[in-house]
């Protein structure tokens, strides 16, 4: 009987868990499946070669990287694109690859390459899609190393073959990393001229591009899960990563985390200037979404070529000095065998590289914003801080770095060191004025005295945070994304329009619409802003007391909603708020975290959500405020 009464319990209590995404589970539900403690770096071939890739041009990347000291420097992932595909074989379903292009396969499989890399001391890198077809099938059709073959000999990608690949790819071939590419979800719509003029087996589109509303995105996410499921399957070693390329679509910025180790957040990189400004804000805006195991992904790097190549070195800085404190994965795209000494010094920089891959894994904030200049601090696990400002168009900028940007105290000395240069400078106390070239990136390590003596501020903290539920009821197309010209098509379509879902998500120091945080009038420097309806869960690595001043957000969407606070430890609720409406000045909440795990911050409200402040909320050592 007991029992009975137990399991009905327990029963209940997942029916309750499943009904309510707000209610507490005391754990850390961000995925912590595969090997990217800190983002991936190496090497792939699609930028330099696209599907024009062999073995010799791979092998010469690899060997580059070894001689070059970029290997020993983290660049360890060499991963083929596009292109290496020759048909999948009906009888059996195994994958065949294009021998002619990558000779070392003849024997029947990829083994012998990726023992190769293995034995210089490199992790191998393959990719794929998540549909039947690839991209470069409906957008390569001039290539020479189109998959050939029937139709379904064609049919290169993991639709139906999940588990099949998967363990062909892992368990047998030795591969360490994989890339899932969607455009077999995407551009394969019954009637489509390369469907028809190549004899492709149509697929209804589970992701519409710009048409949310015709996305499947729990299909999306649920295929994309079945691929992590078959990874953690075949590589029991925990050795993998996994890299989602659904290009910001299918809301794919909201779950990727919970799924994948990185994820493409926008669609692709080219070498504009402006094309580059997209891909990256379409990440940076994005710092409470990312940490250790799961990173934003604005695309691979184009240094080396057009507005990044040899002539351009300060805009090749500034594409490396932003991938670096965005925590975006640094994959080189050049053809490594004739690399100038000026580009292996951007990828080389050591201390550059050491901001990117900070065991903190805090993805840097947006401090100050606009359309010309950006201010990005990113805390380090020291303690100390890196701080870009970027200079995003074509005229020089004044830009003042100030200690509140850093959340220092402005009374002491701060010093920067310049991590181009290598240059210290004076220290300074308040504030400190630089003159910025065009497109120019100043990249220092900053160390002071911190505002906050005892603790820090959750919004410098954004990888011990998981937004588990970020209130957003209906994905919204994120408009503060740098509209390029297309590459593709330049001004013959209608334009780019605002396209990724995320818009209304939780921030670090702004509200979810990008204003600052404010409660009936009163400003916080530093907080979270989030919808109500939300639940954030908070790595707690030792600090004593949980605290915050909330409130609902001055520029609330809904004035008559009525929201409370809820903190939670390890499951356990901690403390709460009164019910709160816009206008009504903000309360202040804490409690004593001691020896708890995982802080969980919960905002309830009724109808419609909301948007909320937590206001200065902060994680301190001492157990009283
Ligand atoms: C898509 C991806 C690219 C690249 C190509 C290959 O466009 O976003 O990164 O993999 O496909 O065809």
Redesign the pocket.
């Known amino acids: 009987m007991r029992l009975l009464i137990a399991a009905a319990l327990a029963l209940s209590a997942t029916a309750a868990t499943a009904a309510d995404p707000l209610a507490p589970t005391g754990r850390w539900t961000a995925n912590t499946r595969g090997a990217a403690a800190t983002p991936p770096m190496g090497w792939?071939s699609?930028n330099a070669f696209?599907?024009e890739v062999n073995e010799e041009k791979v092998l010469g990347a690899a060997q580059a990287l070894v001689d070059t000291g970029l290997a020993k420097l983290g660049y360890r992932y060499v991963n083929i694109?596009?292109?290496w595909w020759l048909k999948r074989r009906v009888s059996d379903g195994r994958l065949q690859v294009r021998t002619a292009i990558f000779p070392s396969a003849a024997g029947g499989g990829f083994r012998p390459f990726t023992d190769k890399l293995h034995s210089m001391g490199l992790k191998a890198g393959i990719?794929t899609d998540l549909g039947r077809n690839?991209?470069?099938q409906a957008?390569?059709l001039k290539s020479p190393n189109l998959p050939v073959g029937t139709a379904e000999e064609r049919e290169v990608g993991l639709y139906g073959h999940i588990d099949g690949d998967i363990r062909l790819f892992f368990a047998d071939w030795g591969f360490d990393y994989i890339?899932v590419?969607s455009?077999g979800l995407t551009d394969y719509a019954p009637g489509r001229d390369h469907v028809l003029s190549q004899g492709y087996r149509p697929l209804v589109p589970l992701i519409d591009r710009g048409g949310p509303a015709r996305t499947d995105i729990v299909k999306v996410r649920g295929l994309y899960t079945e691929v992590a499921d078959a990874l953690a399957r075949y590589n029991p070693d925990g050795d993998y990563v996994f890299s989602i390329?659904a290009?910001g679509q299918a809301n794919v910025r909201a779950w990727g985390k919970q799924v994948g180790n990185l994820w493409?957040t926008s669609?692709?990189i080219t070498p504009n200037w402006s094309r580059m400004l997209h891909t990256f804000d379409s990440a940076s805006g994005r710092a409470l979404y990312a940490q250790p195991g799961g990173w934003n992904d604005p695309?691979?790097l184009f240094i080396g070529a057009g507005d990044f190549d040899e002539n351009h070195l300060v805009e090749a800085r500034s594409h490396f000095s932003l991938w670096a404190i965005a925590n975006a994965p640094l994959l080189i795209g050049y053809d490594l065998r004739n690399a100038p000494k000026s580009l292996l010094d951007i990828w080389g920089n050591a201390d550059v590289v050491a901001i990117n891959q900070d065991s903190g894994g805090h993805q840097g904030v947006i401090a100050y914003d606009s359309d010309d200049l950006q201010i990005i601090v990113k805390t380090l696990s020291d303690g100390s801080k890196a701080v870009a400002l970027f200079n995003r168009g074509l005229a020089p900028v004044e830009a003042t770095l100030t200690a509140d940007h850093l959340k220092f105290a402005s009374e002491s000395p701060i010093q920067l060191k310049d991590l181009w240069s290598k240059e210290a400078l004076a220290p300074f106390t308040g504030e400190r004025s630089f003159t910025l070239a065009p497109r120019e990136t100043r990249l220092f390590r900053a160390s002071g005295t911190r505002a906050l003596a005892d603790g820090m501020y959750l919004s410098e903290l954004p990888g011990n945070v998981n937004v588990a539920e970020d209130g957003v009821v209906n994905p919204e197309p994120d408009p503060m994304i740098h509209r390029a010209l297309s590459p593709w098509s330049g001004s013959r379509s209608s334009g780019e329009r605002p396209n990724y879902a995320g818009w209304g998500g939780a921030q670090a120091d702004a509200s979810p619409y990008g204003q600052p945080l404010q409660v009936a009038g009163r400003r916080f420097g530093s907080g979270i802003g989030i919808l109500s309806g939300s639940r954030l869960e908070v790595r707690n690595a030792g600090a004593r007391r949980f605290s915050a001043v909330v409130g609902v957000d001055d520029w609330t969407r809904n004035p008559a909603a009525k929201v409370r606070f809820y903190v939670y430890g390890d499951g356990r609720l901690l403390a709460s708020t009164a019910a709160l409406t816009a206008g009504a000045a903000p309360v202040p909440i804490s409690a004593d975290v001691s020896g708890v795990k995982i802080v969980e911050l919960v905002v309830r409200g009724e109808g419609q959500p909301t948007s909320v402040v937590w206001g200065e909320a902060a994680l301190s050592a001492s157990p009283r405020a």
Do not use: P, Q
Request: charged share 45%; with cysteine; aromatic share 18%.
């Open positions: 792939n699609w696209r599907t694109d596009d292109g990719y690839a991209c470069s957008y390569d890339k590419d455009c390329c290009w493409r669609d692709d695309d691979m």
